[in-house]
């Protein structure tokens, strides 16, 4: 993973890391929206413009990539790249979740 990825994706916003966790299946942007809202009981809800911006910007940075179009809706799935950022994510949050469930810091 270049130094470019790395920046620009970790740490990952909520919306960035909800949408490639929802690509681990194939799904086009309206079905993630509505993933997301049903996983997050309405906490998170997506935009269509930051959907389909953060998907364009996915696809351009090959973390997702195009698999078909579905009645005029496109298909996307996370590629191997995408997996290795979302690992890092998924890492990093557990790192903080264990951290704060350690003792206090004291300053």
Same mark, same amino acid.
């Given at each position: 993973?270049?130094?470019? @990825?790395?920046? +620009?994706?970790?740490? !990952?916003?909520?919306?960035?890391? %909800?949408?490639?966790?929802?690509?681990?299946?194939? !799904?086009?942007? %309206?079905? @993630?929206?509505?993933? +997301?809202?049903?996983?997050?009981?309405?906490?998170?809800?997506?935009?269509?413009?930051? !959907? %389909?911006?953060?998907?364009? &910007?996915?696809? &351009?940075? $090959?973390? @997702?990539?195009?698999?078909? /179009? /579905?009645? &005029?809706?496109? @298909? %996307?799935?996370?590629?191997?790249? $995408?997996?290795? +950022?979302?690992?890092?994510?998924? &890492?990093?949050?557990?790192?903080?979740?264990?951290?704060?469930? $350690?003792? +206090?810091?004291?300053?």
């Amino acid at each position: 993973m270049d130094a470019h @990825i790395r920046k +620009v994706y970790v740490p !990952m916003t909520e919306t960035g890391f %909800y949408i490639l966790f929802c690509l681990q299946e194939e !799904m086009h942007g %309206y079905n @993630i929206g509505q993933k +997301v809202k049903e996983m997050t009981g309405s906490a998170v809800t997506i935009s269509p413009g930051t !959907m %389909y911006g953060t998907l364009s &910007k996915m696809e &351009k940075d $090959g973390l @997702i990539s195009f698999v078909r /179009e /579905e009645e &005029k809706r496109k @298909i %996307y799935m996370i590629t191997e790249l $995408g997996r290795s +950022v979302l690992e890092l994510e998924r &890492k990093r949050i557990a790192r903080l979740y264990q951290n704060s469930m $350690g003792e +206090v810091c004291h300053g």
